[in-house]
């Protein structure tokens, strides 16, 4: 692990910039910066975003768990529970859907123009957020902290290793990736 | 240089290139790629503005501080990188109204515009609520077989799905 490099924190704001200025790049060169590209996802007559999702899922599986395995990181999965994950999933899905961009791809869109996510959706995913966070203490009792189940992994819950998951996974995804290629999508 | 300027690339090698970069945030940084974090951040920075240090007094941004962090820099970098890709590809062009949109509710950029910020508002409150979007959940969660990220998706394309068939098979028809 490069601890070193992980707390200098004026090197960590320049590589965070130049991921993003990567990623951008290539969610603009995907398509998914764009609106019409998403809802042709939701409404499952374009596939594009599916494929770049799942073959980054597939890349970046096999080679984040090597490099757990060879001790050069370790990983960060996010704790979950019914009234979190499920019920801000389906929120997040609605909006996602009425948007047309997610916190990521609306970034692109910003950069390649689109005036609708700026003065639109920008000032509502802000408002949103800022609602969220004056008002989730008071969801927490109540809503947030029903069926936690913490920051549990596959592998874990299944009690194997974890390239008894990672194999199959990406033999799966990949077989379904192809299985749209075959069937026109 | 010629595939820098393509409009379009294969989306598989796109994915690839995405999951490539996934490792080097983790071995450089040691955080997985994540965008809804960033609009809290700043969203808890604008609140600054007008209200000052109280501001930093609500618990959610004593965890997420309104500063500026590794994920907000990504944020500005992914606006930098698209324009940059537009730019080279000569896509670049102000726009108001997407063309499915237009083609389905007219190209009035009021309505347009509205519903993207109520669209805004739901996507945001819901990536804070499920920790997560279609990034930090979508791509970096699922990949790392975490139970949240991979139930989280399954919430967001269900949500998506139903909401987009209402709004242009229902609405839109």
């Known amino acids: ?185 | 240089m010629e595939w820098l300027r393509m409009q379009q690339w294969s989306p598989y090698a796109v994915g690839i290139g995405i999951g490539i970069l996934s490792w080097l945030t983790f071995v450089l940084s040691d955080k997985p790629i994540g965008c809804s974090t960033a609009f809290a951040r700043l969203s808890g920075m604008i609140e600054r503005l007008f209200r000052g240090e109280k501001t930093l007094e609500k618990p959610y941004f004593k965890q997420y501080a309104p500063a500026l962090t590794w994920d907000v820099m990504l944020v500005v970098g992914i606006v930098i990188g698209a324009f940059v890709s537009a730019l080279l590809s000569g896509q670049f062009r102000l726009t108001w109204v997407p063309s499915l949109w237009a083609a389905t509710f007219g190209s009035a950029y009021f309505p347009r515009v509205l519903v993207a910020v109520i669209g805004g508002v739901l996507m945001g409150a819901g990536a804070r609520w499920a920790d997560g979007c279609t990034s930090g959940h979508g791509i970096s969660g699922t990949l790392q077989l975490a139970v949240s990220s991979w139930i989280a998706v399954a919430c967001f394309l269900a949500g998506g799905i139903v909401t987009a068939f209402i709004i242009f098979r229902i609405f839109g028809a």
């Open chain 1, 1 to 185: 692990m490069l601890t070193k490099l992980h707390t200098n924190r004026r090197l960590q704001l320049v590589l965070g910039l130049l991921a993003g200025i990567a990623f951008g790049f290539l969610l603009q060169k995907g398509g998914v910066t764009n609106y019409d590209v998403i809802l042709g996802q939701l409404l499952l007559t374009d596939f594009t975003m599916l494929k770049v999702m799942l073959s980054a899922v597939v890349t970046g599986m096999i080679g984040v768990h090597a490099l757990r395995s060879l001790g050069l990181a370790r990983l960060h999965p996010k704790s979950g529970s019914v009234g979190r994950t499920v019920v801000g999933g389906l929120i997040f899905g609605v909006g996602f859907a009425v948007l047309g961009y997610c916190p990521g791809t609306i970034s692109g869109a910003i950069g390649q123009g689109s005036l609708d996510a700026l003065i639109g959706g920008m000032v509502g995913i802000l408002l949103g957020s800022w609602l969220f966070a004056t008002f989730s203490p008071k969801l927490q009792k109540p809503v947030l902290s029903k069926g936690d189940f913490g920051p549990l992994t596959l592998p874990e819950l299944l009690k194997v290793n974890a390239w008894v998951v990672v194999v199959p996974a990406a033999v799966i995804l990949t077989t379904f990736l192809f299985a749209l290629e075959r069937f026109g999508w």
